[in-house]
T-cell receptor
Framework: AQKVTQAQTEISVVEKEDVTLDCVYETRDTTYYLFWYKQPPSGELVFLIR??????QNEISGRYSWNFQKSTSSFNFTITASQVVDSAVYFC?????????????FGKGTKLSVKP | EADIYQTPRYLVIGTGKKITLECSQTMGHDKMYWYQQDPGMELHLIHY???????EKGDLSSESTVSRIRTEHFPLTLESARPSHTSQYLC??????????FGPGTRLLVL
């Protein structure tokens, strides 16, 4: 069975702090995809990143970075020098098999509050 | 990035009413989805479609129904709304083998 666990329900930091959001997944498939989405208070989901199971290379995009480790089944997300605009709920998601067939399984989300 | 539109954004309605939540996308994506999300909780897939005339039930059982008569349009209907249907409903679409992009959502309150 596939499963996504985001153990941190809520995190509160002060602006300019670094923060890491944890994501642990379970799957028996060798081909799968991992995602991070951001949900600001307005409610829409904003796509941040997609990673496939064959690409363990870490990625950096501005203040965002992602650490994918198959050995620990984790796909953690770090925000460097956090800003108030980063306040949102962040969801990690998993899709098994070819992307054209698999549906997304979401974690419960981590609510990040960045205070000025 | 896809342009996905959902209307209404907010809806307050009485028990027993029939409602249709609209979802449209302008990118010609074949696959479309409906998710239900209770406040502060994860998203659950309730319906999806591979293309015109295709509809499938998702992981979470839902009393709603969907239709896909046109590629760009994927409405969700509740024949008789109940307070238990109060939730946020998010629509998404994707090209084949690509990432899902989400609409702004509809927040439904059934009194």
């Amino acid at each position: 069975a596939q499963k996504v666990t985001q153990a941190q329900t809520e995190i509160s930091v002060v602006e300019k702090e670094d923060v890491t959001l944890d994501c642990v997944y379970e799957t028996r498939d060798t081909t799968y995809y991992l995602f991070w989405y951001k949900q600001p208070p307005s409610g829409e989901l904003v796509f941040l990143i997609r990673r496939n199971s064959f690409d363990e290379q870490n990625e950096i995009s501005g203040r965002y970075s992602w650490n994918f480790q198959k050995s620990t089944s984790s796909f953690n997300f770090t925000i460097t020098a956090s800003q108030v605009v980063d306040s949102a709920v962040y969801f990690c998601a998993l899709s098994e098999g070819p992307l054209s067939q698999g549906n997304l399984i979401f974690g419960k989300g981590t609510k990040l509050s960045v205070k000025p | 990035e896809a342009d996905i539109y959902q209307t209404p954004r907010y809806l307050v309605i009485g028990t027993g009413k029939k409602i249709t939540l609209e979802c449209s996308q302008t990118m010609g994506h074949d696959k479309m989805y409906w998710y239900q999300q209770d406040p502060g909780m994860e998203l659950h897939l309730i319906h999806y479609s591979y293309g015109v005339n295709s509809t499938e039930k998702g992981d979470l059982s839902s009393e709603s129904t969907v239709s896909r008569i046109r590629t760009e349009h994927f409405p969700l209907t509740l024949e008789s709304a109940r307070p238990s249907h109060t939730s946020q409903y998010l629509c998404a679409s994707s090209p084949p083998g690509e990432t899902q992009y989400f609409g702004p959502g509809t927040r439904l309150l059934v009194l």
